[in-house]
């Protein structure tokens, strides 16, 4: 059946700039430590041999001692860019939004929310060849917090929503290609496999190549107008059945449509998730607040240059409000 976005994410009007409520954050630069190793020098008498095997082997540090979130069911891993030793500065970061990775199809209601593979690779080797590594929202709280090393070069993370099924047959060959991985929320009903959801397998899929499954909810509701015990099942209950399901952590939450306020933030935190993200375009860095990260959305029609001048327009732009409704 044909794959059709019914669940758009409400974007701000072009030059939305909501009323700044924290001081604008500071783009920290990254340090980089040098290791250097001696020589051995003097004449030459007779050749050295029988060198043990493991003597040469340089200790790496991992990003941070929490395992990752896929340990449990692959042990196969998406090739990332070497990681620079010890801790680094806080680094902000944007975070990208997509929905279906196709083409609209004739009458979508929503044909903005439609990015073709073509111009999809053409945006991600634009941000490849900008500086830009792809990395997920866990490995940038852990830099945040931690100091932890982040790939070498610029961050940015790259979010699907939903869960439609062309995230993983267009979207998934073109960053496993590059080495990349991405985010996907998820939602757990309202988009089965037979109108252009994700299968269980090609979650799992997902998974093995590193992918980070977070969740906008378990049926993409209006969660500001919901009851406590609704905001329960629809923010708890959907983490808890992703964690048994697959077996990750399930750390952030993506608010559906974008909408929220103080009871939903409050059932979020309840509910053990470290943060979320909205539609409000913007960077994302160590001062903001973790519950109203920004997000920028990518529409169908983007080139690259176009989505590199969006990014960097976005950097200065004020921090999400408290709540966001329309």
């Not at 604008?24 to 250097?36: E, I, K, M, N, T």
């Not at 999809?120 to 866990?138: C, I, N, P, R, W």
């Not at 590199?308 to 409000?321: A, C, K, Y």
């Amino acid at each position: 059946m044909e794959e059709r976005s019914t669940h758009p994410e409400r974007m701000p009007p072009p030059g939305y700039a909501p009323r700044r409520t924290v001081r604008q954050r500071r783009s920290p630069r990254r340090s980089l430590a040098a290791f250097g190793a001696g020589a051995l020098s003097g004449l030459v008498i007779a050749a050295i041999a029988h060198f043990a095997a493991g003597s040469g082997r340089s200790a790496h540090l991992s990003r941070s001692s929490r395992p990752h979130p896929t340990s449990r069911l692959s042990s196969q891993t998406a090739v990332t860019p070497p990681r620079a030793a010890g801790h680094t500065p806080p680094e902000e970061a944007p975070i990208l939004m997509y929905h279906v990775i196709n083409p609209p199809p004739p009458g979508a209601p929503f044909p903005g929310l439609y990015v073709p593979k073509e111009e999809f690779a053409e945006q991600m080797h634009a941000l490849k060849s900008a500086g830009y590594v792809a990395v997920t929202l866990s490995e940038l709280e852990a830099n945040w917090k931690e100091g932890a090393p982040l790939p070498a070069g610029k961050p940015v993370v790259i979010t699907f929503d939903n869960g439609y099924r062309s995230q993983y047959e267009n979207a998934l060959p073109v960053l496993r290609e590059m080495g990349w991985r991405a985010v996907e929320n998820i939602q757990l009903s309202g988009l089965p496999p037979s109108q252009g959801g994700l299968t269980e397998e090609q979650v799992r899929g997902l998974l093995a190549a590193g992918w980070e499954l977070d969740t906008q909810g378990y049926s993409h509701a209006e969660l500001t107008a919901l009851s406590p015990a609704e905001l329960h099942f629809q923010i708890a209950v959907a983490r808890q059945t992703l964690q048994h399901r697959y077996h990750v952590p399930v750390n952030w939450f993506c608010y559906p449509s974008g909408h929220y306020d103080q009871q939903v933030i409050e059932a979020v935190k309840e509910a053990g998730f470290i943060g979320s993200t909205t539609v409000i375009p913007g960077w994302a860095g160590p001062t903001s607040e973790p519950y109203r990260l920004p997000r920028i959305r990518v529409l169908g029609g983007t080139t690259g240059p176009q989505l590199l001048s969006l990014i960097e327009g976005s950097r200065s732009l004020p921090p999400p409000p408290p709540s966001y409704t329309s």
